[in-house]
């Protein structure tokens, strides 16, 4: 898939607020800092259609963006550490869960992920309620430039053992990123591509 055009639509805290259109949408969520911004706009082809900042927690509203006319990204706030308010942090995570649990739209989540890191438990938590609230999701190893090949390797066989151990029966499809030099930009389009095709044609659109 090659991106033509990527427009900002909304932002709201509302998920029955968000765009009435019946088309696909993939939802990006991870922790505060993890380089989402980074990786949509490098997906984009956008240097500033996310707003980038070194201070986490940036985003905090969910954020709709039209790519080529037929389908949204999505950007949603990190979960887990931010200089917010415990109360401003609490409504962040109820508007989150309503987004996840009602919006029909939703194709697929994906949970981005620093590969530099062990397994973080928030992270685990997380795709834990997706996978018990029946959300599609898959995994994004983001930041791998940072460590190499074969410590980025190391470091997805290792993740995958602590999400087994967390008692599921496979690792979930992921993807090994780099914002910085477009490492799995094609693969992840591809990904998303696929998804449309599908749909579209079961909506008799091609």
């Not at 949509?40 to 927690?57: D, E, Q, W």
């Not at 917010?84 to 009602?102: G, L, M, P, R």
């Not at 389009?189 to 659109?205: A, P, S, V």
Request: include cysteine; aromatic fraction near 12%.
């Amino acid at each position: 898939m090659k991106i033509t055009s990527a427009e900002f639509i909304i932002s709201n805290s509302d998920a029955s607020k968000c765009p009435n259109e019946p088309l696909p949408e993939y939802a990006f969520i991870g922790r505060s800092n993890v380089g989402k911004s980074s990786l949509i706009n490098m997906l984009t082809n956008h240097k500033n259609l996310a707003k980038t900042s070194g201070k986490p927690g940036k985003t905090q509203l969910i954020n709709h963006f039209k790519i080529n006319q037929n389908w949204f990204l999505v950007d949603l706030p990190g979960y887990g550490y931010a200089r917010v308010s415990k109360k401003t942090k609490e409504t962040f995570q109820k508007f989150i869960t309503d987004y996840f649990e009602t919006r029909e739209q939703l194709v697929c989540a994906f949970v981005l992920i620093d590969i530099r890191l062990e397994a973080q438990k928030i992270d685990l938590e997380f795709i834990n309620y997706l996978g018990e609230a029946g959300v599609p999701f898959c995994i994004i190893f983001t930041k791998a430039d940072k460590i190499g090949k074969v410590k980025a390797q190391q470091n997805v066989a290792a993740y995958k053992k602590k999400v087994l151990a967390n008692g599921w029966e496979e690792m979930p499809q992921h993807f090994i990123t780099s914002s910085s030099d477009g490492t799995g930009k094609e693969s992840l389009l591809t990904f998303i591509d696929q998804i449309n095709e599908g749909i579209f044609k079961e909506k008799g659109f091609i």
